[in-house]
């Protein structure tokens, strides 16, 4: 049975902050349009205050959920108990990218000290949260973080790392916008 709530209270909190990954998703208001889900680890999430949360977005394999947000703003998160008592949490809203070029990102980064290279950081103001059972959900033991994500881009300079993200980040797969030179 779901179980709702108009606000992120201590003990979702708690169970946000216990998980080690999370996925993200969007999509496009098209409905020719792909539906992307992404998953996300590290430390790369966090509560900003009752019904607004940010994750860091650090790249990898394209733009949508960039593209999405620019779009329509529509973003779900999903964090699943893969230990402890089951439980699957849904949080429900409308986000917004703030790109490593754009106004207020050194401000956004600076919830995130151990990342220096980050693509953007996706912000969003929950507006539906959901709890469910969970039960289908298998158990798994969390053997640790891997680093290629980070290490990829600890040898580029900054230059290098910006041009490379707007040489393969220009577009979603549906065509959208994605990262935007000034």
Known sequence: MSKFSDHI?????????????FFVATAPSSTDG??????????????????????????GSGIETVAHLRENGRITFMF?????????????GKGDAICFDDPGFADAL????????????????????????GWGVPF????????????????????????RRYASNAKSIDGLPGLVKP
């Open 9 to 21: 209270d201590d003990r979702i909190a708690d169970f946000i902050k216990a998980q080690k990954m």
């Open 34 to 59: 792909h539906v992307n889900v992404s998953p996300k680890g590290y430390d790369s999430f966090r509560i900003l205050g009752p019904n607004k949360v940010a994750y860091l977005d650090l790249g």
């Open 80 to 92: 699943c108990a893969f230990e402890g008592k089951a439980n699957i949490l849904r949080l429900y």
């Open 110 to 133: 600076a919830q995130f000290p151990d990342f220096p290279k980050a693509r953007a950081i996706i912000t969003a103001n929950i507006t539906r949260i959901q709890d469910s059972c």
């Open 140 to 163: 798994y033991d969390f053997a640790g973080e891997r680093d290629q994500l980070i290490r990829t881009n600890e040898h580029r300079s900054d230059e290098e790392w910006r041009e």
